[in-house]
């Protein structure tokens, strides 16, 4: 089977879709993979160098207010869909997948409407935009958490999966880590991780919590001259 899987703009969107794919190739061994994105998003550099093709298309974020952006927005919009429907005519997918960003909704819209099996998948509490007017198209959404249903129109569609994980991070030693890093591995180690919009008031408020509690913590930057 063919597979085409969009999903861009930040590594919360990129790296989901390279670990279905990666599931997708694990478990079928004729399967084909194509990833679609755009030439400003990380996309551009990860899906590469994870293994993967890339085809891109012209698209970009819509802002919330009406200006003369708005009208080049739109209009980069339509050319996104005719980039769209040449890739899927070319390439022939049997599903489409798509993991949010704004590179979805001209790639998953074209496939929904062409009778293509289509999926999306979001991968926090509260959906993004794209995905939630994608999942009035779409066969199926799939979702990190169930709190996040009640935020679709058709529930029916909707399933909680979870988010999926690279087996690489699954299968990670523990010890090979901590000798990386200069940690000593008898004592505790705290790691503090974040996306979207809300990764900097994380780093913020960590920065807060090592200044009040530097002498029960351990740096790697003490060993290693490298800060965590």
């Known amino acids: 089977m063919r597979y085409l899987l969009t999903g861009g703009g930040t590594g919360g969107h990129i790296y989901p879709a ?28 990860l899906v590469p160098k994870s293994g993967y093709s890339l085809k891109t298309i012209r698209v970009k974020g819509f802002k919330r207010k009406l200006s003369l952006d708005t009208i080049k927005t739109i209009k980069i919009a339509f050319d996104g869909l005719i980039d769209a429907k040449k890739i899927i005519n070319d390439y022939k997918p049997d599903a489409v997948i798509g993991t949010g960003g704004y590179v979805c909704g001209p790639v998953v819209i074209t496939a929904a409407l062409m009778k293509i099996p289509t999926l999306i998948h979001e991968q926090n509490a509260y959906p ?16 990190a958490f169930d709190e996040s249903k009640k935020y679709f129109r058709n529930k029916g569609n ?45 780093n913020e408020y960590m920065v807060e919590v090592i200044k009040k509690c530097k002498e029960e913590f351990q740096n790697s930057h003490d060993n290693r001259k490298k800060s965590v």
């Not at 599931?23 to 996309?43: P, Q």
């Open 18 to 45: 390279v670990a279905i794919a990666n599931e997708i190739v694990r478990n079928e061994k004729d399967a084909e993979v194509l990833f679609v994105g755009t030439e400003n998003g990380l996309e551009k550099e």
């Open 158 to 202: 909707v399933f909680v999966t979870g988010n999926p994980v690279r087996m690489e991070i699954l299968n990670g030693d523990r010890k090979k880590a901590l000798k990386k890093w200069g940690f000593d591995e008898t004592k505790k180690v705290v790691v503090s991780v974040g996306g979207s919009r809300g990764a900097a008031k994380i």
């Open 128 to 143: 993004g935009l794209t995905n939630r007017i994608l999942s009035r198209f779409v066969d199926i959404v799939a979702v």
